[in-house]
């Protein structure tokens, strides 16, 4: 008899969620079925998305050129700037485009391995904390968060950055489950070094995790409070070593360097403290490191109802009630048990809750509050936390019911009631972009509701319940999910991926007009007025945002690869993807710089935001530099250096605008932006279109023969030789 139960016993596994009894390989073929998923959503037809973000794709191309360029993520060929982030996150895309070539799908690729692994370290990380039925919950919910599948098919940083903060949680879960003694130490200082991997790919946004890790590591750790605390400090110096380390080296390098690409300083610590730090909590406070007033212009006004607007709401807020659920019950259950009154059975370690609660909660304010620049996609650090609380809830529930509490199917029920009417709002909030998906989502929750309380007489049911639940509750996110692998919802593509209808790059949070945020719009910096032509002609923006002064509409003019409208837009100033491409009077430009450049350095300078000179990097092999940085505004190069350079024969040909560009719109008329553009008007010669045989508008200044906005964009070609 008992070598017969010993069989039997090894040949199922009994999850603790549910009490079944299942065949022991069936969690494993779960979890390979939930990775091949979310490898088929991230990696999908990876070649039809072009360069994803050509501003990173560049730097990445760049990148590969030199050591240099490599270590310190330089943007362009020649050395002069870097990306305005650390760069880690680009450190693998150059190593797969050395190993496939210089092609998008190969920077694509490892984001989506990263994408994938961040997945299946989460249900590691649950699985230790709640079991493995609540573990495959939290990676299928991880799965198909939409805008999750919108990042990891993009080369921004986030999708490097959660895996290191996936880890870290993974490293502290470990940490908690070992003995007091080195093995925990090691584990935690794990931790440390981890979230400070995450430091050097996208900065502060990764110490937003520091306090989760930190109170579930007090609250459920060994020892006394003095050893828990003199342990957590060790493992913070390690943090802060790993974090810090290329920001020391960018101080102490003895040779020349890049400036460091959104400092006011070219320095790596004013980018840490400024643009990527407090900049991004309470607003760019100056022009040279970012978008000033612009903070709502991607993600809406900020406030606590951030998470939920149009931009936003159907990216990740689909499981944010529920997971204000989960925290409640937590919450309530802990108490009832300290007072001696709980009857769910045991309970969850409530490290686990204080880890993703802390982390949902902290990260969720943080961007729902911060004035400085903002995109959707940022909210995908969420996603972990929201996944595993929502799992977590799920277990508490089932493991309640069977302790015998009658309130665990009705608070189930509620939850998913309310979490589909929250569903059927987002959608119907775009009616024509399958708007019928609210009446199936409402039908399924009811559905669901409807067997939770049956459950409650009739044991059996509770199986289907619960799948119905599930099913009721991940309908609307995967099928906004589901809608990423084309393309890119957002009219920026890769600079501001998202799922669900297409969107403009600006709306609901401003419009772009001049006057302050008071009547909606992003404030012009003093002295700025748009050009002539800039307003009118685009689509219309949902939100209520608009873009332009009147009207409501986005400008239309041509973006780096010929399009215009919706795809042209303020796409083009970001980083258009897909359409990367020379236009026939861009490939003129160079030819006639390269011939007539004599063997400078630099065959080309491009003033205006770094998309203007992303595309020449990607589509030749010529040295071109981008001036200004990302939107322009950056001090780099200097006038001092433009005047060195043209003397010394390495710079010749400069490809600007008579208006001074975005930088100089962004920055304001005394900006470095400004400044240099009016060295180069003062001391360069414009070159007539037709002595490169390109159109006669493509040297004009950008009034309205070629779309006003395309004025900013860089235009018009200047012969800086030395006189």
């Not at 709640?130 to 939409?146: I, K, N, S, W």
């Not at 309310?418 to 059927?424: I, S």
């Not at 990097?617 to 006038?639: C, K, R, W």
Request: aromatic share 8%; net charge neutral.
């Amino acid at each position: 008899m008992t070598s017969t139960t010993e069989a039997h016993a090894s040949t199922v596994t009994r999850l603790p969620d549910t009490g079944r009894g299942l065949p022991r390989w069936t969690p494993q073929a779960a979890l390979a079925a939930i990775l091949v998923l979310s490898a088929v959503l991230y990696g999908w037809a990876l070649g039809s998305l072009g360069w994803g973000n050509s501003y990173y794709s560049a730097a990445v191309k760049s990148m590969g050129q030199s050591w240099t360029n490599f270590l310190f993520g330089s943007f362009d060929p020649a050395g002069v700037i870097t990306v305005d982030k650390p760069p880690a996150a680009l450190w693998p895309q150059v190593v797969s485009s050395k190993i496939f070539g210089m092609r998008g799908w190969a920077l694509l690729l490892p984001q989506v391995v990263e994408g994938v692994a961040a997945v299946f370290v989460l249900h590691r990380t649950v699985r230790r904390w709640a079991g493995e039925a609540t573990a495959l919950l939290t990676a299928l919910v991880m799965t198909l968060t939409p805008i999750t599948v919108a990042i990891n098919r993009d080369n921004n940083p986030d999708p490097l950055l959660v895996l290191f903060l996936v880890s870290a949680a993974y490293a502290l879960t470990r940490a908690l489950q070992s003995q007091a003694g080195r093995r925990g130490t090691w584990w935690l200082c794990a931790c440390g070094f981890l979230v400070g991997c995450g430091f050097l790919t996208k900065m502060m946004a990764a110490w937003m995790v520091l306090p989760a890790l930190t109170a579930a590591w007090l609250v459920g750790a060994t020892g006394t409070w003095l050893a828990r605390v003199g342990r957590l400090l060790i493992a913070g110096a390690v943090c802060a070593v790993s974090s810090l380390w290329w920001v020391a080296m960018v101080a102490w390098w003895p040779g020349e360097q890049p400036y460091i690409g959104g400092s006011t300083d070219g320095g790596a610590w004013d980018l840490v403290t400024g643009y990527n730090g407090l900049g991004r909590i309470f607003g760019e406070s100056d022009s040279s490191g970012g978008m000033s007033g612009m903070g709502g212009a991607f993600g809406g006004e900020a406030g606590l109802l951030r998470l939920f607007n149009d931009q936003v709401a159907g990216q990740i807020s689909w499981l944010l009630p529920a997971s204000g659920v989960a925290l409640a019950v937590a919450v309530t259950a802990a108490a009832l048990r300290r007072r001696g009154k709980s009857s769910a059975g045991k309970a969850l370690a409530g490290s686990g809750w204080v880890l993703w609660g802390t982390w949902l909660v902290v990260c969720g304010l943080v961007y729902s509050t911060q004035e400085g620049t903002f995109h959707p996609y940022y909210t995908t650090q969420l996603a972990p936390a929201i996944a595993a609380l929502t799992a977590g809830l799920a277990t508490a529930l089932a493991r309640a019911h069977r302790a015998g509490a009658r309130w665990a199917l009705p608070v189930g029920a509620g939850t998913v009631l309310v979490t589909v009417v929250w569903a059927a709002v987002v959608i119907r909030r775009e009616p024509s972009w399958h708007g019928w998906l609210a009446w199936v989502v409402v039908v399924l929750g009811l559905a669901a509701v409807g067997l939770l309380i049956a459950a409650a007489w009739t044991v059996r049911l509770v199986p289907v319940a619960l799948g119905g639940a599930v099913l009721a509750v991940l309908f609307a996110p995967g099928a906004w999910a589901m809608t990423v692998p084309g393309e890119s919802g957002s009219a920026m593509g890769g600079a501001n991926p998202t799922a669900g209808p297409t969107q403009m790059s600006f709306g609901g949070g401003g419009s772009f007009r001049g006057g302050g945020k008071e009547d909606g719009g992003f404030e012009l910096p003093q002295g700025m007025e748009l050009p002539e032509g800039l307003g009118g002609g685009g689509p219309r923006m949902p939100g209520g945002g608009s873009g332009s002064g009147a009207g409501g509409t986005m400008p239309s003019f041509p973006g780096t690869g010929g399009d215009s409208g919706a795809r042209g837009g303020m796409g083009a100033m970001a980083g258009m993807g897909k359409g990367a491409d020379l236009t026939s009077d861009q490939r003129k430009i160079l030819v006639y710089a390269t011939e007539h450049s004599k063997g400078a350095r630099i065959t080309l300078a491009v003033d205006g935001a770094a998309q203007g000179a992303a595309t020449f990097i990607l589509n030749s092999d010529a040295t071109v530099i981008g001036m200004g940085g990302f939107i322009g505004t950056d001090n780099a190069p200097s006038e001092q250096q433009l005047e060195q350079w043209t003397k010394s024969g390495e710079l010749r040909y400069v490809l600007g605008s008579e208006s001074g560009g975005i930088g100089a719109m962004m920055g304001g008329t005394d900006s470095a932006a400004s400044k240099r553009s009016t060295w180069i008007t003062e001391n360069c010669t414009k070159v007539p279109a037709q002595e490169y045989g390109g159109s006669t508008t493509s040297s004009d200044g950008g009034g309205k023969a070629s779309g006003g906005m395309m004025g900013l964009m860089g235009t018009t070609l200047y012969d800086c030789a030395a006189k």
